[in-house]
């Protein structure tokens, strides 16, 4: 009998099992965001060329291991923990099977470890990316493969949730668009999964002796299958959660249900071929296949990013303006609650992912302007911005909503985490900016040595270079206070805040159920639809519900269009190539 | 009301959508073509392209032609490691190799020649990332990029490696000059 509790809060219904899952999983997430972010601390001290702190070969391991400990470990975690809260939670379902949600757990944890001894054992100084035919030790492959099927575990037992919830009728009418948005990272995963797998088991079988040869260039392709589509995967959930907390914060509804779950099944038909971004420089690859999938089949992805960047902060703006909020076009973004870390962070995620992170993005997997990009520092300055400023950032803002629903803890410090957002939001932006600077004057990333001290060659970057990799070193710096600051918040609520509720003890916050009289048997009441407004009806669609967000993503549109043809300029003044 | 709800109506899909969106949607669609059509229009109007032209190739055929030039073409020797400098004639095959933690051999160009550049790399993944000019392209092990290239300003460049290649990585540079 499946056992439930209701948050007297927010009136959301908590299943037993997907309950102490998500607590696991976010606490395991959390984790593993510490470790990347000491590591972090690590890599900036290091590439800052005045204090360079690291010797080069535990530069090279720590980066591998930074790499993988937030872009994989920390990420998706979290996403089990965002993928059983939508399919459970939201649906007042009961979690399927959750015996085998725990073994994809185990998994993944064993996984995790085993790729992390691997690389601090120091002979997988291999990078994220791990090509052959560099060679890793087998239990780095080994790791990453059982943390993948622990993962895949874990989608279908989403899949098998959203069955269950059918069959029982949890909910009227069809899904809510959070766990619509939830369904489409998920198969993205399955995608993204599969194809790990397709790459590593036989990289695997090569690290210990069965296979003799592993084409490199085939493991480039089918390799960043994985490691690009992994980051759809957070690009799907991450706009999921900025479609809930504008839901929780503002009660705000889709402007259109079905622009933005279109715009989501664009993400599905077309997000991945966007892994040819990393092969646009290759050689044995056409320019024919090059164009089409790095762009998307022309940009339908990136066009349901611009869809979806107009209609989350539009829904806000629809239901800020439906509370009085009506003065000029700005007066519903100037009162929201910017002491809110859930709103402050989640509209710093926004915002940076679409204009840091979006557009350095569609610029740089621009099939020619990969010629003057590719392996620059540049790259790892976008995806810090859309992985770092718009994923995590946003798992942060969802984590300040989870602690007192889920976790039943009052939050401690909220000054600290007022302002977390804020100093998170502003050294990571400064070190987007600042490595995409550097990359335009031609800066290498994963680079122990930008200054080639002592090399007979010689070679100097211009001076510039070295100030701006500077003020992103300051930047990185600032990242990790920020990031420490979150942890400081929500792990020290989980540990020392006040309990809302009697059962909420220190090893309930850890994933140990609560004591079974914090739970009923009885089956939640059907989920409703969502109340029938008279918005769509008196509405004349002619005019702008929306007009602030208009003019938002005209500037965004704006700066895109100036930004991209900059651009091509430069390009052309670089040696004619055909 | 809202986003974590079941939509408020059965078919949701048969709401009329705002003009806002609609609006919106085209202008991003319209864009979105635009940033496509450049790709294919800069192929044949602009000047920087990634060559087509790619091979497989074994390590052991690629050194043979890299010292078949040097033999040819060798003009001088640099450094305490002897790297030969080569001066191919002008629209001739270069062939440059990239191995652990070396670009061999170094050129000596004429600028506003073309050359056809034959690339690759002999152990690992490798990064060709020409400065200050700021060209960089993949070095994938196996396989040979065939580029024509036509320096067209003066002076001496550097080859960095930005593709990580194991612990030395950072010490990996070649040299261009390009002569007037």
Redesign the interface.
Same mark, same amino acid.
């Given at each position: 009998m499946a056992q439930f509790r209701q948050c007297p809060d927010t009136g959301l219904f908590f299943h037993k099992e997907a309950e102490n899952l998500m607590k696991a999983n976010a606490v395991a997430g959390a984790v593993c965001l510490l470790i990347a972010g000491i590591l972090a601390l690590l890599v900036v001290l290091t590439r800052w060329p005045a204090v360079h702190l690291l010797p080069?070969?535990a530069f090279?391991m720590v980066l591998t291991a930074h790499g993988i400990c937030a872009l994989i470990f920390w990420v998706i975690f979290f996403e089990m923990a965002i993928l059983y809260f939508a399919g459970s939670t939201?649906l007042r379902s009961r979690l399927a099977t959750p015996r085998w949600a725990w073994a994809g757990f185990a998994l993944m944890i064993i996984g995790a470890i085993m790729t992390l001894v691997a690389i601090f054992q120091g002979n997988s100084?291999?990078?994220m990316t791990s090509?052959v035919?560099?060679r890793a030790a087998p239990s780095f492959y080994l790791g990453l493969i059982l943390f993948a099927v622990g993962a895949l575990i874990g989608c279908f037992v989403y899949l098998g949730t959203l069955v269950v919830a059918k069959n029982e009728k949890t909910?009227?009418?069809?899904?809510?668009?959070?766990?619509f948005g939830g369904t489409v990272a998920c198969i993205i995963a399955i995608f993204t999964i599969a194809s790990g797998a397709e790459i590593l088991i036989p990289t695997y079988l090569w690290s210990i002796g069965y296979i003799s040869h592993i084409?490199?260039?085939m493991y =480039?392709v089918i390799w960043w299958a994985l490691g690009h589509s992994s980051q759809q995967i957070n690009v799907s959930a991450h706009v999921a959660v900025w479609?809930?907390i504008?839901?929780?914060i503002f009660?705000? @509804?889709?402007?259109?249900?079905?622009?933005s779950r279109a715009a989501y099944l664009l993400y599905i038909f077309f997000l991945q071929l966007a892994s040819a971004h990393h092969?646009?420089?290759?050689?044995?690859?056409?320019?024919d296949w %090059?164009?089409f999938n790095?762009?998307y089949a022309?940009?339908?992805a990136?066009?349901a990013s611009?869809?979806h960047g107009?209609?989350v902060p539009?829904?806000i703006e629809v239901a800020q303006r439906k509370k009085g909020l009506t003065n000029g076009a700005f007066e519903w973004l100037r009162k929201a609650p910017w002491g809110n870390p859930v709103f402050s962070g989640m509209f710093i995620s926004l915002v940076g992912f679409g204009f840091l992170g979006g557009i350095s993005g569609?610029v740089m997997g621009?099939?020619?302007i990969?010629?003057?990009?590719?392996?620059?520092i540049y790259v790892p300055g976008h995806f810090h911005a859309t992985v770092v400023i718009g994923t995590t950032m946003a798992w942060m803002a969802l984590t300040y909503l989870l602690i007192p629903v889920l976790f039943r803890r009052k939050m401690i410090l909220p000054v600290v985490a007022k302002w977390q957002p804020y100093v998170f939001g502003l050294g990571m932006s400064l070190v987007a900016i600042f490595h995409m600077a550097a990359g335009?004057?031609?800066v290498? =990333? @994963?680079?122990?040595?930008m200054g080639?001290a002592g090399?007979?060659?010689?070679?100097e970057?211009?001076a510039t270079a070295y100030l701006l990799m500077g003020i992103a070193g300051v930047g990185g710096v600032i990242g990790v206070i920020g990031g420490a600051m979150y942890l400081i918040v929500t792990v020290g609520s989980l540990i020392f805040g006040q309990p809302l509720q009697k059962e909420a003890g220190f090893l309930q916050s850890f994933g140990v159920p609560l004591a079974d009289s914090a739970y009923t048997n009885e089956k939640p009441a059907r989920?409703?639809?969502?109340?029938?407004?008279a918005v769509?009806s008196h509405?004349d669609?002619?005019?702008?519900?929306?007009?602030g967000t208009?003019i938002l993503?005209m500037v965004l549109?704006v700066s895109?269009?100036v930004y991209?043809f900059i651009n091509?300029k430069y390009?052309?003044e670089?040696?004619?190539?055909? | 009301?809202?986003?974590?709800?079941?939509?408020?109506?059965?078919n949701?899909?048969a709401?009329?959508?705002? @003009?806002?969106?609609i &609006?919106?949607?085209g202008?991003?669609?319209v864009?979105?073509?635009i940033?496509?059509f450049?790709?294919?229009y800069?192929?044949m109007y602009? %000047?920087?392209?990634?060559?087509?032209e790619?091979? =497989?190739v074994t390590p052991v055929k690629f050194q043979a032609k890299v010292n078949e030039m040097i033999e040819k073409y060798k003009v001088r020797e640099?450094?305490?490691?002897k790297i030969p400098v080569v001066a191919p004639p002008e629209g001739s095959d270069v062939y440059l190799m990239a191995r652990l933690w070396q670009w061999y051999p170094m050129l000596e160009l004429k600028k506003d020649a073309s050359y056809r550049l034959h690339?690759?790399s002999i152990?690992?993944?490798h990064?060709f990332?020409?400065?200050?000019?700021?060209?960089?392209?993949?070095?994938?092990?196996?396989?040979?990029?065939v580029?024509? &290239?036509?320096?067209? %300003?003066a002076g001496e460049y550097?080859i &960095?490696?930005?593709?990580?290649?194991?612990?030395?990585?950072?010490?990996m540079?070649? %040299?261009i000059w390009v002569k007037e």
């Open positions: 080069a070969d090279y939201l100084s291999v990078m090509y035919p560099m909910y009227e009418g069809s899904v809510p668009l959070v766990t084409d490199p260039a =480039r479609y809930l504008a839901g929780v009660g705000a @509804r889709p402007m259109s249900e079905k622009v092969l646009l420089t290759d050689p044995g690859i056409s320019s %090059k164009v790095t762009s022309m940009y339908l990136v066009l611009m869809i107009l209609t539009g829904a569609v621009t099939e020619q990969s010629i003057i990009i590719h392996n620059t335009t004057l031609g290498a =990333r @994963r680079h122990w040595d080639f090399n007979p060659l010689g070679f970057y211009p989920l409703p639809m969502a109340p029938a407004e769509e509405h669609h002619s005019e702008f519900e929306a007009p208009f993503a549109l895109f269009v991209y091509w390009l052309s670089v040696w004619p190539l055909s | 009301m809202t986003s974590f709800m079941p939509p408020a109506q059965k949701w899909w709401v009329p959508v705002g @003009r806002q969106e &609006v919106w949607i202008i991003a669609l864009w979105c073509l940033m496509f450049m790709m294919p800069w192929h602009g %000047k920087q392209n990634i060559s087509n790619g091979y =497989r640099v450094g305490a490691m690339i690759t152990d690992w993944n990064g990332s020409l400065q200050p000019v700021n060209i960089n392209l993949q070095v994938v092990p196996g396989y040979e990029m580029l024509n &290239v036509t320096p067209d %300003k550097t &960095v490696c930005n593709e990580y290649c194991g612990i030395m990585h950072h010490t540079l070649g %040299k």
